[in-house]
């Protein structure tokens, strides 16, 4: 359903009660009701529309937005991918994976929350795991210098986002 379709009976039935008011000269208390009684009719519309939003399966808006896959120097301790929170809900990513062309799968912890708005750093190497920084505990690189691809999973397994590159970025592809 269009916003359109959703707005425009809304904006026909404001322009009836107006012109109705018009002609009855009613006070500006009256008129000052009127504008209240809209703006909730239109608060009720965007609050149902971004309820559809929501309940899409696999709109969560959390994304690859950047993997740096060539870092300078030693690649297991540089390396990190960001995944990003674009949507308007907090995600918990609890099970989510990140994996790679050849399968290497990293599970994101359990009650990890990403909050709408933020970011995160997956790191390839080891470390402590905070809101911003999560550590894969890898002894060895995983994202391919010479062309790769980054996959981020649901929990269901259903594939949420994937950004590739080529090598020829210059070390690092940003991909939201
Ligand atoms: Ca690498
Ligand atoms: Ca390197």
Redesign the pocket.
């Known amino acids: 359903m269009s916003l359109y379709l959703m707005v425009n009976p809304i904006y026909l039935l404001w322009h009836i009660i107006m012109r109705d008011a018009m002609k009855r000269g009613q006070s500006s208390l009256e008129y000052l009701f009127m504008i209240a009684v809209a703006l909730v009719m239109v608060a009720v519309v965007v609050h149902h529309l971004a309820g559809i939003t929501s309940s899409i399966p696999g709109s969560s808006g959390v994304v690859i937005s950047y993997v740096d896959?060539?870092p300078p120097g030693d690649?297991v301790e540089g390396?990190y991918v960001v995944i990003e929170n674009e949507g308007l809900s907090d995600v918990d990513l609890t099970g989510w994976q990140l994996r790679d062309e050849a399968n290497h799968a990293y599970t994101f912890p359990t009650g990890f929350i990403l909050k709408a708005g933020a970011s995160v750093r997956v790191h390839t190497g080891e470390g402590t795991d905070t809101d911003t920084d999560l550590y894969w505990g890898r002894k060895q690189?995983?994202?391919?210098?010479n062309g790769d691809t980054a996959y981020l999973y649901n929990a269901e397994g259903k594939l949420v986002d994937k950004c590739s590159w080529t090598g020829d970025e210059g070390g690092a592809v940003t991909c939201h």
């Open positions: 896959y060539d690649d390396e690189a995983v994202w391919n210098n």
